[in-house]
Structure formats: C-alpha cells, structure tokens
C-alpha cells in the first residue's frame, strides 16, 4: 500500500534553515509527482510546490520561490524540503503528497511540524 | 491566482442529518483539455487531509456514497447526507486547473 512517511518535529532558530524529508513506499517513486503543502496554525492549506523525481524537475508557487527547495534521491524513495531563512511566520505543519495520474492528491505524509523561536 | 471561496465557514448539522458545502471559483475550472480539477478533502482533526471526491463528481476508493459532489464551471458543491460522527472534521476544495494550485478555506462541519 501507497505510504509517505515524513521526519519528526522540528524546532528551529529564526534566519537558520531546515531540511524535512518524505519517505514514500508502496508505488515506483519516480513515476508520480510528489507535492508539498504548508498549513499555519488554526490556518487553512496553502500549495508549496512540486517535484518530478523521474527528473529532478521543480515547480514552485511564486509565494514561495526563494524560500522552499524541493530535491528527491531517487535511491531511497525520499523528497526533501528544504525551508530557509525561517520566520515565525514559517511555523507550521508541512505536508507532502502524492499526485495521481487524474491530477489530485490521492496519498498524503502525516505531516511535520515546524516551529520557528529563539 | 484563483481564489476558491467556501461557505459555510461552520456548519452546525445533526447526525443523520443532511449538509451541503460550496465551493466558488473566481475562474473556470475547465482546463483545456476538457477536464475539470476540483477535488474535495477532509481533515479530521490531528491527521492530515485525506480525498473525498476527485474531479468534481468521482468518490475516491473506500468512500461511502453518502458523499456526492457536482457542479461546473465555477460553482461546486459536496453533500453529505445520513451525516455520521466519523465526518466531523474540516472540508476544503483544490483547484488543480490552474497554477499556482488554490484550496478553499474550508469548512468546519460539527454537530448541532
């Protein structure tokens, strides 16, 4: 079964950066999209991005272009976030989520969360 | 970007009972190819969200058919009828018609 397993909670310093990872299993890895969606406290869901691991290929939403880097290693079935320059205002939970053929987020990573304080 | 407005915010509902949520676009949601990208989701409350109905009107595997979404174009709507304890929860629509990808802000679906 089609499973995304995402890194532990994270606790960060404002201006540091983090790197948060989504193990998938159950499907070939390279032959899906993998996005990234963040969720502020109390917030709704906003997109991040995403990731063609088949190739390395990126696409971001504008929001967030300087501020999410997305990578995959296509040897461990892994997609990574990487969040710089952090802010309170990047405090959150960051989920990834595979996208079906049919363009919808069928399988998502039981999310991380990330706080920002000195 | 596409805004997707959501009403109600809240929905206060009796089990058993019937609810109804929209879901509005400030654009079309018909891609050129044909297809319409508007999917329905569910949080429940500490897990992350999980689909309900993809492409307007198809119920994802596993999902009772309680759950019925239509509409085009612009204007959507998910209904839930015979509402059990286990719906309560957030419900958001997803635009992936248009880039950058747009939810809803969601609904909060508790008991009356």
């Known amino acids: 079964q089609v499973q995304l397993q995402q890194s532990g909670t994270e606790l960060v310093k404002p201006a540091s950066s983090v790197k948060i990872s989504c193990k998938a299993s159950g499907y070939t890895f390279t032959s899906n999209y993998m996005h990234w969606i963040r969720q502020q406290p109390g917030n709704g869901l906003e997109w991040i991005g995403w990731?063609?691991?088949?190739?390395?290929?990126?696409k971001y939403n504008q929001k967030f272009d300087g501020k999410a880097t997305l990578t995959a290693d296509k040897s461990s079935s892994t997609a990574y976030m990487q969040l710089s320059s952090l802010t309170s205002e990047d405090s959150a939970v960051y989920f990834c989520?595979?996208?079906?053929?049919?363009?919808?987020?069928?399988?998502w990573g039981q999310g991380v969360m990330v706080t920002v304080s000195s | 970007d596409v805004v997707m407005t959501q009403t109600p915010v809240s929905l206060p509902v009796s089990l058993g009972g019937q609810a109804s949520i929209s879901c509005r676009s400030s654009?079309?949601?018909?891609?050129?190819?044909?297809?319409?990208?508007l999917h329905w989701y569910l949080q429940k409350p500490g897990q992350s969200p999980q689909l309900l109905i993809y492409r307007v009107s198809n119920r994802f595997s596993g999902v009772p058919d309680r759950f019925s979404g239509s509409g085009s174009g612009t204007d959507f709507t998910l209904k839930i009828s015979r509402v059990e304890p286990e719906d309560l929860g957030d419900y958001y629509c997803?635009?992936?018609?248009?880039?950058?990808?747009?939810f809803g802000s969601g609904t909060k679906l508790e008991i009356k």
């Open positions: 989520a595979r996208v079906s053929s049919g363009y919808y987020f069928d399988y």
């Open positions: 997803l635009q992936s018609t248009h880039f950058p990808l747009t």
């Open positions: 654009q079309s949601l018909v891609h050129s190819n044909g297809n319409t990208y």
């Open positions: 990731i063609y691991p088949g190739n390395g290929n990126t």
